[in-house]
């Protein structure tokens, strides 16, 4: 995806599967980072919502992990 990114920097929706990504991968801050971007460049209502809605599970699942 990083790669997509460089090479087609102005498609705003690798952001969201940068983000998506990451959080699979267990690398929640970079998710947080790719998908809080997205949320500001998003082109439509519907897939800002996507991202608020993962990112909020996100750093739910965050806060959680960080209580001892």
Same mark, same amino acid.
């Given at each position: ?9 102005? &498609? ?23 998908? &809080? &971007? ?8 519907? &897939? ?21």
């Amino acid at each position: 995806v990083e790669v997509m990114r460089a090479l087609a920097p102005q &498609e705003i929706r690798l952001l969201l599967d940068a983000g998506v990504l990451q959080a699979r991968l267990g690398n929640r801050k970079d998710a947080v980072v790719a998908l &809080e &971007e997205f949320v500001k460049k998003a082109p439509n209502d519907a &897939e800002r919502h996507q991202a608020v809605m993962l990112l909020h599970q996100i750093k739910t699942t965050m806060e959680q992990t960080d209580q001892p």
